[in-house]
Nanobody, 121 residues
């Protein structure tokens, strides 16, 4: 079993900041990549930011310069620092991890349950 536990969502005013955290636990041998996706009402889920084990990162154009993703590999945790938040950042944010499992060949994708981020005055 693998679990991704998210925390840090909430309500913030435009221009404010939030920090999301996601900790992975369970039976896995390594985490190749961890990241954050978001889904706003009526829209498809989209990539926000992702980070590989060795520190390479990728961001959606809409969040470049405002959001920062980071990983704490010993803690199997990924963070998303969100600054200068805009109403259009309002969405459910989902943690994502691509992992190798013990005794099982291949890579597997796991999702957290999601955390709501609302940007509103």
């Amino acid at each position: 079993q693998v679990q991704l536990e998210e925390s840090g969502g909430g309500l913030v005013q435009p221009g404010g900041s939030l920090r999301l955290s996601c900790a992975a636990s369970g039976s896995f041998s390594s985490i190749n990549a961890m990241g954050w996706y978001r889904q706003a009402p009526g829209k498809e889920r989209e990539l926000v930011a992702a980070a590989t084990y060795d520190g390479n990162t990728n961001y959606a154009d809409s969040v470049k310069g405002r959001f920062t993703i980071s990983r704490d590999n010993p803690k199997n945790t990924v963070y998303l620092e969100m600054n200068s938040l805009k109403p259009e950042d309002t969405a459910v944010y989902y943690c994502n991890a691509i992992m190798a499992r013990r005794y099982i060949t291949g890579l597997f994708t796991y999702w957290g349950q999601g955390t709501q981020v609302t940007v509103s005055s």
